[in-house]
């Protein structure tokens, strides 16, 4: 940050940034600096965040350290010289977590699957975060004619049910894969976090320091980026962790209903999928993976939950 | 009032005939109808292909087969039903419309049904941890919702359904329905809102996996409201006057604290409807859902387009019933 734009933070009157007087002994620090301290010092949250990047990390290294890949279908030769695909319970012949009815390893699989989930989450919040804060801000900073235009096209694209969209849409390219199905996500996705912006700007821009801002000359850009959007910072956060988690869940209907990720390559949403027939024959290939997806969505909304705290403490104070 | 509810209602229908535009363009540019016929084999001659494209009005300019389409949907001509929603016929020539309303009955029981468990799940769960803050009730209730909160919709439902399984296993007769709306060759309903008592059975288990699903994120919302509310300054107020807390919170909280949920409940109307179209898959049953990937497989412009519209109907409704009762039950809405 400037110090043009901190001199700007420190002479607004605490009660403008939503904080109390005297609660925090670093008064002069960011909005997001305290924020942060606050959620390193939460237990919860930092465990949910640990156990997230462990899950990730472990997707991302641990295959090229694993025996099996996900692409390889165990076969061995049986007693006859034939070669046959094996289908195993969860520990049997080095397969920690079973193979599938095909051969294929599920820990290998699960893993490949993770890193694909990660791959379209990621996509997706990053590209409705970019139209999504870019739309909100337009119709909230600029108002009348520009907010009348953006937020009737909002309204337009929130009238059909965001599934449908999506089915429609991609049942148009059937050859979608991971990258595809993330872009897709993200292209219909950015609608809630346009509204929230502009509701914010819209309530940002009438006050003090936006004035000031604009008397010292700076231009619609710079206070739009420099002042409005780092003020927003905590809607911006909070909605990229629960899009993140919506994401996930997406893709796995998506997924299911046959428009999203394909054989052969893989997905959480997918191995799910497959696993559902094989819930009473075989539960570990139905089970495992959904725990996993469970966990994962679970420590994101926990994360976001932990966010939301860390910059608005009101909300977590005990109540008199 | 009478201004916002007509001003309200102005942009609704000016949304849906926006909507309307970009649907059936999009599903006629982008689907073939005539697709089945082309894959037959032996092909079928030209002119046959040509008197099928004449009957589906493809050899009309788009924007002449927009105008018909949207004319007969919203048909005119004096008699009832004055809005004639016909959405032309799909590709087997059967109408759009009638199909789809049978598919809609279908879909609207579980969306309904879940509508109703999750509202009343919602209101109890999210009030008492609402006012029983960070007691051990709440904690509960805050772990159980971030774990709905958090379940692939259909994984969860096809999760119930197993356990139904094995419990019908375990006692040996049928105690929970896993498939379908009715028992094969049951009494149909005596009319079309009534309904028999054998669908009442078969909806226990998908309005339960929805409506669960549904409530985890109303829970939530119940509970911060609740909370907003106890936290207000005239509930400090009425509380100084030395009302007894168990009356404050009856006559003053409860009664602000449920207006929030009215809005969220409209805008969770298409996640809903989403959330109904797999578990609809799950269980089995004949409903919208089906319907889209069947007209989707076909290519069939008129079904998809006609899918959506009714769907965007929905939606719209629901938002718009939502802003009147809200308008309603707190004047200051209208105010700004």
Request: aromatic content about 10%.
């Amino acid at each position: 940050m400037t110090s043009q734009q901190d001199s700007l933070q420190t002479a607004l009157p605490p009660s403008a940034s939503g904080e109390q007087p005297g609660e925090f002994a670093g008064a002069s620090e960011s909005q997001g600096k305290q924020a942060f301290k606050r959620f390193v010092r939460s237990p919860i949250p930092m465990v949910a965040t640990v156990f997230f990047v462990l899950v990730v990390l472990t997707a991302f290294i641990a295959p090229y350290f694993y025996r099996w890949k996900f692409n390889r279908i165990d076969a061995r030769k049986d007693a006859h010289g034939h070669y046959i695909a094996l289908s195993l319970h969860p520990g049997q012949k080095g397969h920690p977590l079973g193979t599938d009815g095909t051969g294929f390893d599920l820990l290998a699989q699960m893993m490949r699957g993770t890193q694909r989930d990660v791959i379209i989450v990621v996509l997706a919040t990053v590209i409705a975060l970019i139209i999504g804060i870019t739309i909100g801000a337009l119709a909230g900073y600029f108002g009348t004619f520009m907010d009348n235009l953006l937020m009737r096209i909002v309204d337009v694209m929130l009238c059909v049910p965001v599934l449908v969209i999506l089915i429609i849409v991609a049942s148009n390219y059937p050859g979608l894969g991971a990258v595809g199905l993330g872009l897709l996500l993200g292209l219909f996705g950015w609608m809630g976090l346009s509204r929230l912006v502009r509701a914010q700007f819209l309530a940002l821009r009438e006050r003090e320091f936006v004035e000031a801002a604009h008397a010292m000359g700076a231009s619609n850009f710079r206070i739009i980026f420099r002042h409005l959007i780092p003020n927003a910072l905590s809607t911006i956060l909070v909605f990229s962790t629960l899009f993140a988690a919506v994401s996930i869940i997406a893709e796995t209907s998506l997924t299911y209903l046959g428009y999203g990720v394909h054989p052969p390559d893989t997905s959480l949403g997918l191995l799910i999928s497959k696993g559902v027939d094989a819930a009473q024959t075989r539960p570990w290939l139905f089970y495992y993976p959904g725990i996993l997806i469970l966990l994962l969505v679970l420590a994101v909304n926990l994360i976001g939950e932990g966010i939301r705290n860390a910059f608005d403490p009101r909300h977590n104070r005990v109540r008199d | 009032m009478l201004i916002y509810t007509v001003r309200r209602l102005v942009s609704s229908l000016l949304v849906l005939l926006v909507a309307s535009f970009i649907v059936f363009m999009f599903a006629a540019a982008s689907y073939d109808p005539l697709k089945p016929l082309r894959s037959r084999n032996p092909p079928p001659t030209p002119q046959s292909l040509k008197l099928a494209a004449h009957q589906a009005h493809l050899d009309q300019p788009v924007l002449t087969r927009y105008w018909n389409w949207l004319r007969h949907m919203i048909g005119w001509d004096g008699s009832f039903p004055f809005l004639k929603l016909n959405f032309g016929n799909d590709v087997h020539n059967a109408p759009v419309a009638h199909n789809l309303g049978l598919r809609l009955e279908v879909t609207t029981r579980m969306i309904i049904g879940a509508i109703i468990l999750a509202v009343i799940l919602a209101v109890v769960l999210g009030v008492i941890s609402g006012v029983r803050k960070d007691k051990a009730f709440d904690a509960v209730a805050t772990v159980v919702t971030f774990i709905l909160l958090a379940l692939p919709t259909f994984w969860f439902a096809a999760v119930l359904k197993q356990f139904a399984i094995n419990i019908n296993q375990h006692a040996g007769s049928l105690v929970f329905y896993t498939a379908g709306t009715q028992s094969f060759g049951a009494p149909p309903p005596s009319s079309f809102f009534s309904i028999t008592g054998d669908q009442l059975q078969h909806m226990i288990l998908p309005t339960v996996s929805l409506g669960l699903l549904t409530a985890s994120g109303w829970i939530r919302y119940q509970r911060a409201s609740v909370i907003d509310v106890l936290d207000s300054d005239y509930m400090r107020l009425a509380r100084a006057k030395g009302v007894r807390n168990r009356t404050v919170i009856r006559r003053h909280g409860l009664r602000n604290a449920l207006i929030p949920l009215v809005t969220v409940m409209a805008i969770d109307i298409g996640a809903l409807f989403g959330g109904a179209i797999i578990t609809e898959q799950v269980y089995d049953w004949h409903g919208m859902g089906e319907y889209l990937n069947t007209a989707i497989f076909n290519e069939d412009t008129y079904a998809v387009a006609g899918w959506v519209m009714v769907s965007a109907v929905f939606v719209v409704v629901f938002n718009l019933l939502a802003d009147l009762i809200y308008a309603v039950l707190d004047p200051r809405i209208r105010l700004s």
